[in-house]
């Protein structure tokens, strides 16, 4: 069974970064698309970052020129490198993928999730 392992998470001032990891496991396939999402409190979860299997990226406008979605060097590893953050960037992030590889445009989410990582911009 695909389980999805969050981390990486802090708080940072504004401007700062941080790098999220998703570790998946309990698959053959190791390079299952990924995605980030986000939710903040009273908010409800929204899309940020998306890698397919076949490494295509796409990203919301917001985060565009900040964000960064890249597989690792580990097995099924994929980050969220995140520069110049804004106060507006505080949730909790979650990392998202479908059980088998994915090839075409990021259509999810899919039915796996991790468990979530905080993040907190303030200063």
């Known amino acids: 069974q695909l389980q999805l392992v969050d981390s990486g998470g802090g708080s940072v001032q504004p401007g700062g970064s941080l790098r999220l990891s998703c570790t998946a496991s309990?698959?053959?396939?190791?390079?299952?698309?990924r995605g980030w999402y986000r939710q903040a409190p009273g908010q409800q979860r929204e899309f940020v970052a998306g890698?397919?299997?076949?490494?295509?990226?796409t990203y919301r406008d917001s985060v565009k020129g900040r964000f960064t979605i890249s597989r690792g060097s580990a097995v099924n590893t994929v980050y969220l490198q995140m520069n110049n953050l804004k106060p507006e960037d505080t949730a909790v992030y979650y990392c998202?993928?479908?059980?088998?590889?994915?090839?075409?445009?990021?259509?999810?989410?899919?039915?796996?999730w991790g468990q979530g990582t905080q993040v907190t911009v303030s200063s």
């Open positions: 309990g698959t053959t396939f190791t390079n299952l698309a």
């Open positions: 890698i397919t299997s076949g490494g295509g990226t």
């Open positions: 998202n993928a479908p059980k088998v590889p994915s090839y075409g445009s990021w259509v999810g989410p899919y039915e796996n």
